[in-house]
Nanobody, 120 residues
Framework: VQLQASGGGLVQAGGSLRLSCAAS????????MGWFRQTPGTEREFVAA????????YYADPVKGRFTISRDNTKITVYLQMNSLKPEETAVYYC????WGRGIRRYDYWGQGTQVTVSS
């Protein structure tokens, strides 16, 4: 599976962005998908996950109620809608494919990352 993340950019605090992650391969729907984020000098942090069918989602506590993960298996794409963004959420955001869960090691395939910058 190859993943290509896009949609990052510069946004003011309180604003919104929608990230996309386009996948290749016919087995996309068999993978759970996750979004992670990372800032320099820190560990990659779990943000959200969605099951292969899209019926189950899971969010890190800091983003609950503001971020929404979704997927379209016909377009082999996963999305992350981010609302009410905060400056501390400035990071490189990565999408990943793997098995259900929040641990980095559960994900075998990673996109290249897209930069999100939230200005105060």
């Amino acid at each position: 599976v190859q993943l290509q993340a896009s949609g990052g950019g510069l946004v003011q605090a309180g604003g919104s962005l929608r990230l996309s992650c386009a996948a290749s391969g016919r087995t996309f729907s068999t993978y759970s998908m996750g979004w992670f984020r990372q800032t320099p000098g820190t560990e990659r942090e779990f943000v959200a996950a969605i099951s292969g069918s899209g019926n189950s989602t899971y969010y890190a506590d800091p983003v609950k109620g503001r971020f929404t993960i979704s997927r379209d298996n016909t377009k082999i794409t996963v999305y992350l809608q981010m609302n009410s963004l905060k400056p501390e959420e400035t990071a490189v955001y990565y999408c990943a494919a793997g098995v259900w869960g929040r641990g980095i090691r559960r994900y075998d395939y990673w996109g290249q990352g897209t930069q999100v910058t939230v200005s105060s």
